[in-house]
C-alpha cells in the first residue's frame, strides 16, 4: 500500500459512508450544545468529488441513493446532506462540506491537505465560506501549536483521516492522536480507520488501551474479511470524549448500513471496542 491515495477513486464508498454518518451525528451533537465550535481535519482532500459511471461509490452512497432506506436519525441526517446531482452530474461531498453544512454562524472550521492541487480544490468546493480556512500544508504537524493555542471554554473537534497507504502509518498516527490529546485533554476526537484485516487495527487498539487515552471504537465490516478483494472491506471510527447520544445514533445506524451495503447475501459486522482505565491494561 505505497501508492499515492486517491480520494477521489475512493469517494463515497462504504466507508466514506460509515465515516460520515458517525461525523455528521458527531457535529450535529456539538452544534446543539451552544458552546463555540471549532473544527480541524488534518487529512481534508478535495471537498466534493464527481463520480463516474462506476466506481467505489456503487457499494456505498449509491445503495443508498437507490434504495433510501427507512433509517434511524443518523444515517437520515448525513442523507440530507448529500445531494445526488450538480448540473447533470454525480457528486459526493466530502467530509468539509457536510461539516460546514451543520456548523452555525459563529462556529468555525480549519482544513489541511497536504498535495498542493487537491488543496486548491478544496478552495473552490468550500466557495469562500467566510467560517473555513484552508491551509496547505501537514495537518497533523500544525496540530499541537493548534491545541495550545486553542481557548479553554472553546470546543474543539479534530478528525484525522489519513490514507494509510504507508504501514508505519498505523502507529505513527495513533502517537499523534496521544500527543494531542495530552496537550488538551477537553478535545473531541474522530480517527477513521481502514479495514481489510484484523491485524493491524487490532495491535493499533492495543497500543492504544496501554495508554492515558479512553475511548470507543465503532466498526462497520460489509464484505467478510475471508474474501478479500481490492475494494474496501469495511472501516472503523474511533471517539475520544464523544457525546453518549454520538455513539448510540452510530450504533443504530451501523446495521442498517450493513444489510444495505453487504457486498454477499447480507453479510457484514458491527464490531466495538471501548476501553477505559484500568480494566484493559
Given at each position: 500500500?505505497?501508492?499515492?491515495?486517491?480520494?477521489?477513486?475512493?469517494?463515497?464508498?462504504?466507508?466514506?459512508?460509515?465515516?460520515?454518518?458517525?461525523?455528521t451525528?458527531?457535529?450535529?451533537?456539538?452544534?446543539?450544545?451552544?458552546?463555540?465550535?471549532?473544527?480541524?481535519?488534518?487529512?481534508a482532500?478535495?471537498?466534493?468529488?464527481?463520480?463516474?459511471?462506476?466506481?467505489?461509490?456503487?457499494?456505498?452512497?449509491?445503495?443508498?441513493?437507490?434504495?433510501?432506506?427507512?433509517?434511524?436519525?443518523?444515517?437520515?441526517?448525513?442523507?440530507?446532506?448529500?445531494?445526488?446531482?450538480?448540473?447533470?452530474?454525480?457528486?459526493?461531498?466530502?467530509?468539509?462540506?457536510?461539516?460546514?453544512?451543520?456548523?452555525?454562524?459563529?462556529?468555525?472550521?480549519?482544513?489541511?491537505?497536504?498535495?498542493?492541487?487537491?488543496c486548491?480544490?478544496?478552495?473552490?468546493?468550500?466557495?469562500?465560506?467566510?467560517?473555513?480556512?484552508?491551509?496547505?500544508?501537514?495537518?497533523?504537524?500544525?496540530?499541537?501549536?493548534?491545541?495550545?493555542?486553542?481557548?479553554?471554554?472553546?470546543?474543539?473537534?479534530?478528525?484525522?483521516?489519513?490514507?494509510?497507504?504507508?504501514?508505519?502509518?498505523?502507529?505513527?498516527?495513533?502517537?499523534?492522536?496521544?500527543?494531542?490529546?495530552?496537550?488538551?485533554?477537553?478535545?473531541?476526537?474522530?480517527?477513521?480507520?481502514?479495514?481489510?484485516?484484523?491485524?493491524?487495527?487490532?495491535?493499533?487498539?492495543?497500543?492504544?488501551a496501554?495508554?492515558?487515552?479512553?475511548?470507543?471504537?465503532?466498526?462497520?465490516?460489509?464484505?467478510?474479511?475471508?474474501?478479500?478483494?481490492?475494494?474496501?472491506n469495511?472501516?472503523?471510527?474511533?471517539?475520544v470524549?464523544?457525546?453518549?447520544?454520538?455513539?448510540?445514533?452510530?450504533?443504530?445506524?451501523?446495521?442498517?448500513?450493513?444489510?444495505?451495503?453487504?457486498?454477499?447475501?447480507?453479510?457484514?459486522?458491527?464490531?466495538?471496542?471501548?476501553?477505559?482505565?484500568?480494566?484493559?491494561?
Amino acid at each position: 500500500m505505497n501508492e499515492r491515495y486517491s480520494h477521489q477513486f475512493h469517494a463515497g464508498n462504504v466507508g466514506d459512508v460509515w465515516k460520515h454518518t458517525v461525523l455528521t451525528s458527531l457535529v450535529a451533537a456539538l452544534v446543539r450544545s451552544g458552546k463555540p465550535l471549532h473544527v480541524v481535519e488534518t487529512h481534508a482532500g478535495a471537498g466534493r468529488y464527481a463520480l463516474g459511471p462506476t466506481g467505489e461509490w456503487t457499494e456505498g452512497i449509491g445503495k443508498l441513493w437507490a434504495s433510501p432506506p427507512a433509517a434511524p436519525a443518523g444515517v437520515t441526517r448525513f442523507l440530507g446532506l448529500a445531494p445526488t446531482s450538480e448540473g447533470g452530474k454525480r457528486l459526493y461531498p466530502g467530509s468539509p462540506q457536510l461539516t460546514l453544512a451543520l456548523l452555525g454562524q459563529g462556529d468555525r472550521a480549519s482544513y489541511y491537505e497536504l498535495e498542493r492541487d487537491t488543496c486548491d480544490e478544496l478552495v473552490t468546493a468550500l466557495a469562500g465560506d467566510p467560517r473555513a480556512e484552508v491551509h496547505q500544508g501537514d495537518g497533523l504537524a500544525a496540530l499541537p501549536q493548534l491545541l495550545r493555542d486553542a481557548p479553554a471554554d472553546q470546543e474543539l473537534l479534530v478528525v484525522i483521516d489519513p490514507p494509510y497507504s504507508l504501514k508505519e502509518d498505523w502507529t505513527t498516527i495513533p502517537q499523534a492522536l496521544v500527543a494531542a490529546h495530552a496537550l488538551r485533554p477537553q478535545t473531541r476526537f474522530l480517527l477513521w480507520y481502514a479495514l481489510k484485516s484484523y491485524t493491524r487495527p487490532n495491535a493499533m487498539l492495543q497500543a492504544l488501551a496501554k495508554t492515558e487515552l479512553t475511548g470507543i471504537t465503532l466498526e462497520l465490516i460489509t464484505t467478510p474479511l475471508e474474501l478479500q478483494k481490492n475494494r474496501l472491506n469495511g472501516s472503523g471510527v474511533l471517539l475520544v470524549n464523544a457525546p453518549e447520544e454520538v455513539v448510540v445514533e452510530a450504533s443504530a445506524a451501523a446495521p442498517v448500513l450493513g444489510r444495505l451495503c453487504a457486498t454477499h447475501a447480507g453479510r457484514y459486522t458491527v464490531r466495538s471496542v471501548a476501553w477505559a482505565e484500568p480494566w484493559l491494561r
